[in-house]
């Protein structure tokens, strides 16, 4: 990384900045606040824009939601964020059902509470390994360490084809309509304002097998880790 090129300082959210679903801390928010001074500060979720906007108590970021679907730019008169982007993809739920279903008799998890797939409004599908009604307690249980997931994932990859796919939450597999996932959006980002790679940094913590910033640690955008979001405002001290 050529810090003499940073223009654009890009992140995820949870694990990231807050814990998850969580306000930022006050040092977290300061550290932002350094930063915006320096660079122009860009927030790529996979939540849609408004969710993030709000958990981030509305702080004055652009916001890539929806791994690119979505785009959202601060209006700094208004205090507010407008959709510049708003994509939705059709999805053939009869397909998706019978693909999770077959993936549920093949590793023994029929047994589910609620539905058999979640479906969201952009195209986005989650296949819940124990149903979009599953008690909180048995979600954080199942998988904490990712490993009964990341045993399959190459599976459930080549049977959802037509999708990017990534290891979510605590029991999920979440999937976007490809090619969008988190490089191709900030690709988009760079086209659409003149960037080039070099002069974005992404800084996440979801960057093992499955995660969803896998795909940015793997390109040739600069890359900072993270591992606990109360070390953000340590991680980014070579930035300022």
Known sequence: MDISKIKVV???????????KQPMIPEVREALNALSKKYKLVMAGAGQVMRIFNQMEQYPID??????????????????????????????RASVDERVTILRKKYGMEEYRGENVAYHPSGCVTFPCLGTKALQEDKLAYDPDRSKRR?????????????????GGSSSFDMAPKPYDKRYALELYCQENGYTHENLVYIGDDYGPGGNDESVYKSDFPYLTIDDYRTFPQVVKILL
């Open 10 to 20: 890009a992140m995820d959210l949870d694990g990231t900045l807050t814990q998850h």
């Open 63 to 92: 916001i890539i939601g929806n791994y690119g679907l979505q785009y959202g730019k601060y209006n700094l008169e208004s205090g507010q964020i407008e959709l510049k982007r708003d994509l939705v993809f059709p999805c053939d």
């Open 151 to 167: 045993a399959i994932y190459q599976d459930v990859c080549q049977v959802f084809s037509d999708y990017t796919v990534f290891i």
